[in-house]
């Protein structure tokens, strides 16, 4: 089973990987991930040698805190409200530190700047040993009240010989701040016998630049982690509910299955059912992303989340939380956000070694400028050097690059109808060269319906009347066709005689006194001049007599989806190469792809026949996405580099493949390929620009042409600046 936790004190991908290996160290533990953007820890639990108590002793060790009370909770908790809550509550703890900081730093701030120069110093008259002894006092609060998060996880970490983020600030800040005090309070001990430079103003700027940085990250991540907050918000908070003939309004969390609820227009569909009165249009676009309502009447099934527009309906409930689609939908977008592409390996395995290296880079930068520095001021100097490395090499940006565009990408995609299960598939989508394609269902509607019909030699009310009254007797598959189409025309309800079934033929029965025969042309007489050859995707022609004389004739295909072509076509456009691969007879396959534009298709293809032609083009070195609806595409799917489920809204499996579409419109597919391209293009710039900053900041550091202060606000708007760039994911359209 897999599970989701959330993991407080996170602050940069040094913490992920010491998360992940602290997890993996527990029995009945596996494929452990953990996601610094959503402070979330994922894994599988083998439920007979898990321990959550082990798991909890294994995490704190290292300072950290994982919340597993959901495993004993037994209603469904809403974790998109709880995350957001998280979020919250760290925010507003980070702005009270920083608005704390801010107002402790300013007065240190002033002071220490007006005094620099001849004027200042004259205007306040202050010695330079009171000075230092009054920004002391100032500074301490600063150090040990809103920077007291950084010092406490450095201790932690230092006890188990770890680092991460908050040793860089600790040992850079605090650094600065103990030699500031040393020199102030026992300038002699290190033979000073003046009021030495000191540095009370740099270490408290420092503390309070992170601290702003952290508190602007924690606003923009509460805005990644946003769409899963608007899944949980489609439900109503309550519902009204028939019970012992009469209705209350009870939480949803009281629901049951089998309990008839009511929704009034203008409404939201509490859960998954199946109406049992009423008629309406129901708006599924949060949930399927279809774009106009569909109308829903008796036996019809709703959703929970949509909104019911304007009839009054009572369903009944068959399925509540995680079970619900909705639920399931819920529970994918959770994963894909917890996943890791493929991608991030690097970022990953350069957090985990990054912050012993500018630890060893700092030492070196002191020791180099120390002892071979020009400066009269030697060990201040390289005292400053030493903070300004550690302070610019914080890797909290080069932890965010990647997750969060993940985030951002699954999480529009879900609002456009579209489930990314995991960050793997995200990744691998953009660089699909072949898109295999079944063809019933997927491209085609993929049940029979009456296309074209000749009525001849009678009244047409006559002739469909006869159609209805004997159909509806028939149990043939065609039969529903036929009754559908008569229904369409405003037929019904006629009844017939005599009704006999002629196996593989056709019936016969009497209507209105005359003999009427409907079949295949050796048991009707046809129509002459009829050719079938010039029809695509036929499934049948149906010929129709009455009282010896040819009344007509129906013709029945599995017609193409509305927007097939155009898809076809979208992918084309993307220098994707498309194959079609059925289990149809070779004329109908080879019509159909004629029709689509389609160049290699594959017909008569059994289900284990279809994962070998996509072996076959994974060998060519195609990197082959396969597009499905049913069962026996599974094993095809399976084989496939990126696999797609396309079925309709509610009664899609959302289980089936890596990324499924929750509409018939296959469209979706190409929206999907190209928000692929555009997250890896994203997550590219983030990478960038996470290193960039260490590339070029350290160096800069190091060489004395950066100041800590200045490498402080660099560092914290390394992250915001990386978040930012996610959240333009949330803006996409497939014309980008």
Known sequence: MRVSFPVEGMTCASCVARVEKAIAKVDGISEVTVNLATEMASFEIDSNNFSPESLITSIERYGYHIDVSSLTTSKTRNRGREQSNIFKKEETSLKKDFLTALVLTLPIFIL????????????????????NKLLLVLS????FLPGKRFFSSFWNNTKHFAADMNSLIAVGAGSAYLYSVLVTLFPEYIGMHHAPHTFFETAAVIITFILMGKWLEGRSKEKTTGEIKKLFELRPDTAAVRRENSIVTIQLSDLELGDIVIAKPGEKIAADGVITEGSSFIDESLVSGESYPVHKKVSDKVTGGTLNKNGYIEFQITALGENSVLGKIIQIVEEAQSSKAPVQNLADKIASVFVPVV?????????????????????????????????????????????????????????????????????????ITTMVMDKTGTLTIGRPEVVNASLVNF??????????????????????????????KGISNCRGENFKSIPGMGISGEYEGKKIKIGRKEFAKPLEGFASSNLT????????????????????????????????????????????????????????????????????????????????????????????????????LAMSNVAFAVGSGTDVSIQTAQITILNDDIRAVSQAVALSKKTLRIIKQNLFLAFIYNIIGIPLSAFGYLDPMIAALAMSLSSVSVISNSLRLRKFTDKQ
């Open 537 to 636: 995707s036929i499934v049948s022609v149906i010929h129709i007599e009455i009282d010896k004389t040819p009344a007509g004739l129906l013709i029945i295909a599995d017609s193409l989806k509305a927007h097939s072509l155009q898809a076809i076509q979208q992918l084309k456009n993307m220098d994707i190469k498309v194959v079609l691969l059925s289990g149809d007879n070779e004329n109908a396959v080879q019509l159909t792809a004629k029709e689509l534009g389609v160049d290699e298709y594959y017909s008569q293809v059994m289900p284990e026949g279809k994962a070998k032609v996509i072996e076959q083009l994974q060998k060519r070195g195609e990197v082959v996405g396969m597009i499905g609806d049913g069962i026996n595409d599974t094993p095809a």
């Open 140 to 143: 301490t609060p600063v150090m």
């Open 459 to 488: 009244d047409n009310s006559f002739i469909l009347c006869a159609l209805s009254a004997l159909e509806s007797k028939s149990e043939h598959p065609l039969a529903l066709a036929i009754i559908e189409y008569c229904a369409s």
């Open 112 to 131: 220490s700047m007006t005094t620099m120069f001849e004027q200042g110093a004259n205007l306040i008259s202050l010695s330079p040993d009171i000075l």
């Open 359 to 431: 630890i060893l880079i700092a030492i070196i930068t002191f020791i180099g400028w120390y002892f071979f520095g020009v400066s009269e001021y030697l060990f201040a100097t390289a005292m400053m050097r030493f903070v300004a490395v550690l302070i610019i090499a914080c890797p909290c940006a080069l932890g965010l690059a990647t997750p969060t565009a993940i985030i951002v990408a699954s999480g529009t995609a879900a609002r456009k109808g579209i489930l990314i299960k995991n960050g793997e598939a995200l990744e691998t989508a953009h660089s």
